[in-house]
């Protein structure tokens, strides 16, 4: 079966810092790859997605980059964090062979900058 | 841009009562998925609507798709509180480069024990 993994769980950055949160799904080849950021009691917005290695997406302009330098591994890192870079971070993949494939997210990063 | 509405944004229920969420978009859909996020947790996925008027039963919840595909609905009979968190529905978008959804601003259900 196929599943996601997402870490850090939680992670307290201060201001100016780099970032770097990993992706990585198992049990499946190609899929397409998310980035989500939720704020606090928000929606989903979509920052990054993929359909393949070194295919990204960018949906949103921002400090934020994403890489895909393996197929199951999707990273999201940015230079140098911002106080609104806080939020709860999502990666989520879905089947990349056929349309209109669910989405299955990992367990998502909460970032803090301080 | 394609946008994606939900109705209401907050929704406190007494336990047993009912619960509907509306989902309309400006656009014709394809398809639409629901899905629910718990209180912390990460959004997972309830079910997809594709064909017009569709209507699909899950349990206590029934999910409808409208008959011109701008809008769905889900509804819960006799809420438990275990039916508590958030509430989003999502359309699949194309544009040149792939396939990306986009997301409702979701409800978020709280149920009065």
Redesign the interface.
Known sequence: SQTIHQWPATLVQPVGSPLSLECTVEGTSNPNLYWYRQAAGRGLQLLFYSVGIGQISSEVPQNLSASRPQDRQFILSSKKLLLSDSGFYLCAWSDGRTANQPQHFGDGTRLSIL | GQQVMQIPQYQHVQEGEDFTTYCNSSTTL??I?W?KQRPG?????LI?L?KSGEVKKQKRLTFQFGEAKKNSSLHITATQTTDVGTY?C?V?R??N??????????T?LSVLP
């Open positions: 394809s398809n998925q899905y947790g990460h959004p997972v996925f997809q594709v989003f999502a699949n194309r544009d480069y792939g396939q990306n959804f986009v997301f409702g601003p979701g978020r």
